[in-house]
Protein backbone atom coordinates (compact mmCIF):
# COMPACT_ATOMS: atom_id res chain seq x y z
CA UNK A 1 0.00 0.00 0.00
CA UNK A 2 0.87 3.38 -0.79
CA UNK A 3 -0.01 6.42 1.77
CA UNK A 4 -0.01 10.01 0.16
CA UNK A 5 0.20 12.90 2.78
CA UNK A 6 -0.76 16.20 1.46
CA UNK A 7 -0.05 19.94 2.79
CA UNK A 8 -0.23 23.37 2.36
CA UNK A 9 -3.59 24.51 0.87
CA UNK A 10 -5.26 27.40 2.43
CA UNK A 11 -6.57 30.32 2.20
CA UNK A 12 -5.17 33.27 0.35
CA UNK A 13 -5.95 36.93 -1.30
CA UNK A 14 -6.60 37.08 -5.38
CA UNK A 15 -2.90 37.52 -6.85
CA UNK A 16 -1.19 35.76 -3.97
CA UNK A 17 0.77 32.48 -3.71
CA UNK A 18 0.40 28.95 -1.86
CA UNK A 19 2.90 25.82 -2.51
CA UNK A 20 1.50 22.35 -1.87
CA UNK A 21 3.20 19.53 -1.11
CA UNK A 22 2.44 15.53 -0.89
CA UNK A 23 4.54 13.17 0.32
CA UNK A 24 3.93 9.16 -0.90
CA UNK A 25 5.30 6.52 1.85
CA UNK A 26 4.82 2.61 2.07
CA UNK A 27 5.26 -0.07 -0.46
CA UNK A 28 6.98 1.88 -3.14
CA UNK A 29 9.88 -0.05 -5.72
CA UNK A 30 9.70 3.14 -8.00
CA UNK A 31 7.00 6.21 -8.56
CA UNK A 32 5.73 6.71 -12.34
CA UNK A 33 3.69 9.93 -13.05
CA UNK A 34 3.47 12.28 -10.33
CA UNK A 35 0.15 14.73 -10.39
CA UNK A 36 -2.56 17.18 -9.33
CA UNK A 37 -6.42 17.51 -9.81
CA UNK A 38 -8.68 19.95 -8.25
CA UNK A 39 -12.35 19.38 -7.68
CA UNK A 40 -14.97 21.93 -6.50
CA UNK A 41 -18.66 21.01 -5.36
CA UNK A 42 -20.82 19.14 -8.54
CA UNK A 43 -18.23 19.51 -10.37
CA UNK A 44 -15.77 16.44 -12.10
CA UNK A 45 -12.22 16.46 -10.79
CA UNK A 46 -9.94 18.37 -13.31
CA UNK A 47 -6.39 17.91 -14.05
CA UNK A 48 -4.03 20.35 -13.19
CA UNK A 49 -0.56 19.57 -13.38
CA UNK A 50 0.95 16.21 -14.19
CA UNK A 51 4.79 15.07 -14.24
CA UNK A 52 5.87 11.88 -15.37
CA UNK A 53 9.16 10.08 -13.80
CA UNK A 54 11.01 11.51 -16.46
CA UNK A 55 10.06 15.23 -15.96
CA UNK A 56 7.74 15.53 -18.61
CA UNK A 57 5.66 18.25 -17.83
CA UNK A 58 1.65 18.83 -18.69
CA UNK A 59 -0.46 21.68 -17.66
CA UNK A 60 -4.31 22.98 -17.53
CA UNK A 61 -4.58 25.81 -19.93
CA UNK A 62 -6.02 27.74 -17.17
CA UNK A 63 -3.06 27.56 -14.95
CA UNK A 64 -0.59 27.97 -17.33
CA UNK A 65 2.23 30.33 -16.52
CA UNK A 66 1.10 31.04 -12.98
CA UNK A 67 1.52 27.42 -11.70
CA UNK A 68 4.78 24.82 -11.38
CA UNK A 69 4.67 21.42 -11.07
CA UNK A 70 7.88 19.81 -9.13
CA UNK A 71 9.09 16.49 -8.02
CA UNK A 72 12.00 15.68 -5.48
CA UNK A 73 12.67 12.13 -6.09
CA UNK A 74 14.52 11.20 -3.28
CA UNK A 75 11.79 12.34 -0.96
CA UNK A 76 9.06 11.12 -3.16
CA UNK A 77 7.38 13.94 -3.13
CA UNK A 78 5.26 16.29 -5.79
CA UNK A 79 5.12 20.06 -5.11
CA UNK A 80 3.03 22.33 -6.71
CA UNK A 81 3.81 25.90 -6.59
CA UNK A 82 0.49 28.28 -6.92
CA UNK A 83 1.48 31.63 -8.54
CA UNK A 84 -1.47 34.88 -8.99
CA UNK A 85 -3.89 32.92 -7.48
CA UNK A 86 -7.63 33.59 -8.63
CA UNK A 87 -10.69 33.24 -7.19
CA UNK A 88 -11.21 30.64 -9.92
CA UNK A 89 -8.74 28.49 -8.39
CA UNK A 90 -10.83 27.84 -5.24
CA UNK A 91 -11.14 24.03 -4.85
CA UNK A 92 -9.94 20.92 -3.10
CA UNK A 93 -6.73 19.42 -4.54
CA UNK A 94 -5.37 16.16 -4.72
CA UNK A 95 -2.35 14.72 -5.57
CA UNK A 96 -1.68 11.91 -7.76
CA UNK A 97 1.10 9.01 -7.56
CA UNK A 98 1.68 6.29 -10.08
CA UNK A 99 3.23 3.11 -8.31
CA UNK A 100 3.07 -0.32 -10.30
CA UNK A 101 0.43 1.10 -12.49
CA UNK A 102 -1.87 2.07 -9.65
CA UNK A 103 -2.85 5.48 -9.48
CA UNK A 104 -3.11 6.62 -5.28
CA UNK A 105 -4.72 9.27 -4.84
CA UNK A 106 -4.18 11.96 -1.87
CA UNK A 107 -7.16 13.05 0.61
CA UNK A 108 -7.04 16.31 -0.49
CA UNK A 109 -6.38 19.83 0.61
CA UNK A 110 -8.73 23.06 0.02
CA UNK A 111 -7.23 26.20 -1.55
CA UNK A 112 -9.43 29.13 -1.13
CA UNK A 113 -8.65 32.62 -2.97
CA UNK A 114 -11.11 35.14 -1.58
CA UNK A 115 -10.42 38.92 -0.18
Known amino acids: QVQLVESGGGLVQPGGSLRLSCAAS????????MGWYRQTPGKQRDLVARITSSSRITYADSVKGRFTISRDNAKNTVYLQMNSLKPEDTAVYYC?????????WGQGTQVTVSS
Open 26 to 33: GSIFSIGA
Open 96 to 104: TVDVSLRRY
